[in-house]
């Protein structure tokens, strides 16, 4: 007997060398049913992989809020009470840095300008910088 005519096997070799499809239908149902459950399987995996990768990047982003408090700051305080304004100014006195006059200037007057406002403190830590910006 060849190959294609074995009584024994359920599937059949087309002229390709490939199988075809099985003999009864029992089989088949069974040949689906596993391949659902394999595709259910890996659904439910992905999902949970989604699940666990979401949690760890709450838990990242809720510690860094908890570590780094002043990252979220907006560095501006609204007060409704008689209060003294502060303006600090820190680093090199230059044009393109957190000490420039532009930025230095707009904070005194904010701070002159604040309604309850009593006065200002100007409170200069700089090693100095450009002549132009001092």
């Known amino acids: 007997m060849t190959e294609n005519q074995n009584s024994n096997s359920n ?3 087309n002229d390709r060398g490939r199988f075809n ?3 009864s239908s029992k089989e088949w149902k069974l040949i ?3 391949v659902m459950s394999s595709q259910d399987e890996h659904r439910k995996a992905r999902r949970w992989g989604i699940f666990f990768k979401s949690l760890t990047f709450v838990y990242l982003f809720v510690m860094l809020m908890i570590f780094n408090p002043g990252m979220w700051d907006s560095g501006t305080v609204t007060a409704s009470e008689p209060h003294v304004g502060l303006v600090d100014l ?3 006195i ?3 840095s957190e000490a420039s006059a532009d930025r230095l200037v707009s904070g005194l007057r904010d701070a002159f300008e604040a309604e309850h406002s009593k006065g200002v403190i100007l409170r200069v830590n ?3 910088g450009s002549p132009v910006q001092s």
């Open 90 to 92: 820190k680093g090199m």
């Open 32 to 34: 689906e049913k596993m």
């Open 94 to 96: 230059m044009d393109d």
């Open 21 to 23: 499809r099985p003999r």
């Open 126 to 128: 700089s090693p100095g």
């Open 11 to 13: 599937y059949q070799r």
